[in-house]
């Protein structure tokens, strides 16, 4: 299993970059808010840039805004793997999934825990990930939904009948023990459960 490391939760975000630099975590997830598509904002990328020189670490970005592709060109230019963004915004998807290719990043779409994995389908021959949020978006330290463990299974089940290697990543509430219910995606996304704690390597290896 793979990890991805958020620090939404981080009260000292220099500090635990430096830290989680130091695990062998897989990716620094980063979450994006602009106080419209979710009420939180999280701070302009003019001072979000300088965050990252604190990690070498492969970025895995989460778009939880109503307009990626106003984002999408600013961290397309740091070391960014994957960005990601929510199906629920309905306009221009696909567009949107094109501006990150053509930087040469791998594109992702985000389904909130009440939109039907069905609406991911017109996009499956284009993406490389999809993210199943496990609590509602917007913010960390959220419970679990429990109903997400189905939604994981029927992200699989329609990604084996496509014959897709499209990865399965699943964000909000994951600690040791929901983890068991995620069995069947690639990547596992952890904020609180790893920033809250005294040994990030030891969080990170309980969900591997
Ligand atoms: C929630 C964010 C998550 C969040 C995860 O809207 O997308 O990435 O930071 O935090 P935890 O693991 O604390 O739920
Ligand atoms: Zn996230």
Redesign the pocket.
Known sequence: MKVSA?F??SSNIPRDLKKLNETDVDFI?V?IMDGKFVPNKTMPFSEMKNIYKFTDKRLDV?L?VEDPKKYIPLYAELNTEYITFHVEVMDEVEECLELIKSFGIKCGLAIKPDTPVKSLVPYLPIIDMILVMS?E??????SFIASSKEKIDEVRDLLDSYNSHVMISV????TNTTKDMCSKCDIL?????IINSESFQDRIDSLR
């Open positions: 958020s939404l939760s997830h979450d989460h939880m609590v978006p917007g913010k960390g330290g959220q964000d909000g509430g994951i996304v952890a904020g609180s459960y």
